[in-house]
């Protein structure tokens, strides 16, 4: 039988091959012999996501009719049944500076820029754009030395810089939910094969890039390179860590497939009439769930702690013909109370939602101490918009999925009064995770509620 003492070395947090590193999961058979006894009751660390989803959603089939424990899931929310002892469901948080406060159309883009700033963004589509720094670039400049990656941005659309994207406003406001400040957003990479490469590789010197190079080319797994490191690991470690260390792998496996067949896709007779930039999927449903399980492998091998994604950027009018609705989803939620067009619009919430679902049972599957990776996590998901027809901001559609390493307690519908600032969730959530904030956007103080 081998032995589950630790292993006395320093920890490792990678397995190397010829050129190639690979970041791995927390293992506490890793653990220095001397810190084991010390960090083995020690809190595993607290994360935050960030979910954006354009042009609001169909209000009536989205918040429950009672509060608190023991509510029933509206159709919209349906999927999140599986998860529902792990989510609150806030309603009645507002983002007044999404509101035009004298600066005329444009609500699409303000959605997007407020969502995380809290902020009025200045009306312009030139050079000098300005908004706020987003709550999660807030955390990532007090906690990314903490770990390899500050903070991780996703997205499934591509953003434009410049121009003018809605009403005058910048097209900067409009892909961009992450702002490093006032006036510098943070890119988002919708590409999955570079997330994945980001994340799971670091590439440092001549070597590295050649056998990157030379993997992608002869489409070899990243595996293949550091084989015999993991098997040498695997003989070190406890059965829990070996059991944990192959589901990783396997894992790791599935996301490459699935990139690789992304890939093939690309490159196939008429793909270039699709416009689907090569190596994204050519089905929605599969690119946002690479880009989630990016997101699930950044937290399993605490890569980052902080990550937001945008399934779509705000005002997008892409079409769901998978779920049978081939309007565009921008001209549906200008819906005018046609009831054909709110059937249409919640089905779009309801697919949303299930991908969403996935998310959530991915980092719910995967344990970390003596709990689950949701445990530890902080996921927000929502829109900066309430109803897509009236571009109202006030009772914004916002889920808070689970329990900030005990923290949060959910399971419940928690109903806040009236224009009560959704920045307030965001002090509360920094606060959660060890960031001393005195405001954010146009924060009044902390949420109460969030603990029973």
Not at 5 to 25: D, F, K, N, T, W
Not at 290 to 315: E, K, P
Not at 363 to 385: A, R, T, V
């Amino acid at each position: 039988m081998r032995s589950s003492a630790p292993l006395s070395v320093s920890r490792r947090s990678l397995l190397r091959g010829l050129g190639v590193s690979l970041a791995l999961p927390s293992l506490e058979s890793l653990a220095p012999r001397a810190a084991h006894a010390a960090t083995a009751g020690a809190s595993a660390p607290r994360r935050m996501a960030f979910i954006f989803v354009p042009n609001g959603v169909h209000v009536p089939d989205w918040v429950p009719q009672a509060t608190g424990f023991g509510y029933e899931l509206p159709y919209i929310l349906e999927p999140l049944s599986g998860v529902r002892d792990d989510l609150l469901v806030l309603s009645g948080l507002t983002h007044d500076k999404g509101r035009a406060n004298g600066d005329g159309p444009g609500d699409h883009a303000r959605s997007a820029s407020v969502f995380l700033t809290g902020s009025q963004p200045r009306k312009t589509s030139g050079a000098d754009i300005r908004v706020g720094v987003s709550v999660d670039q807030y955390a990532a400049q007090q906690l990314g030395h903490q770990t390899r990656l500050p903070s991780l941005e996703l997205g499934c659309e591509a953003g434009r810089g410049a121009g003018n994207c809605d009403s005058g406003y910048s097209c900067a406001y409009s892909s961009n939910i992450s702002w490093a400040s006032e006036t510098t957003p943070v890119g988002k990479e919708v590409n999955p094969r570079l997330a994945f490469e980001r994340l799971v590789t670091q590439v440092e010197s001549g070597e590295a890039r050649k056998s990157r190079e030379q993997r992608l080319a002869t489409r070899k797994s990243i595996l293949d390179y550091v084989a015999e490191d993991a098997q040498r690991l695997q003989s070190k470690l406890a059965r829990n860590d070996q059991r944990k260390l192959d589901e990783y792998l396997t894992g790791i496996r599935q996301v490459e497939r699935q990139i690789q067949h992304s890939e093939s896709e690309a490159n196939q007779p008429g793909a270039a009439e699709m416009e689907i930039p090569a190596g994204v999927p050519k089905e929605y449903a599969d690119h946002i769930r690479l880009m989630l399980d990016m997101m699930v492998l950044a937290f399993q091998t605490d890569s980052t702690r902080i990550a937001t994604m945008m399934f779509a950027n705000a005002g997008s009018n892409r079409n769901y013909r998978q779920i049978g609705v081939p309007d565009g989803h921008h001209d549906l939620s200008h819906h005018g109370g046609d009831p054909e067009k709110h059937a249409k619009i919640r089905d779009i919430n309801r697919f949303h939602v299930t991908q969403l679902a996935y998310f959530l049972q991915r980092l719910k599957s995967i344990p970390e101490g003596d709990s689950n990776l949701l445990d530890n996590s902080m996921i927000l998901y929502g829109s900066g918009l309430s109803d897509g027809n009236r571009h109202n901001n006030e009772n914004l559609p916002i889920l808070l999925a689970g329990r900030g390493g005990g923290t949060v307690d959910p399971g419940r519908h928690v109903a806040f009064s009236h224009e009560t600032p959704l920045c307030n969730l965001f002090l509360s959530m920094l606060d959660r995770v060890g960031v001393d904030a005195p405001y954010i956007g146009d924060s009044t103080g902390r949420l109460s509620g969030l603990q029973v």
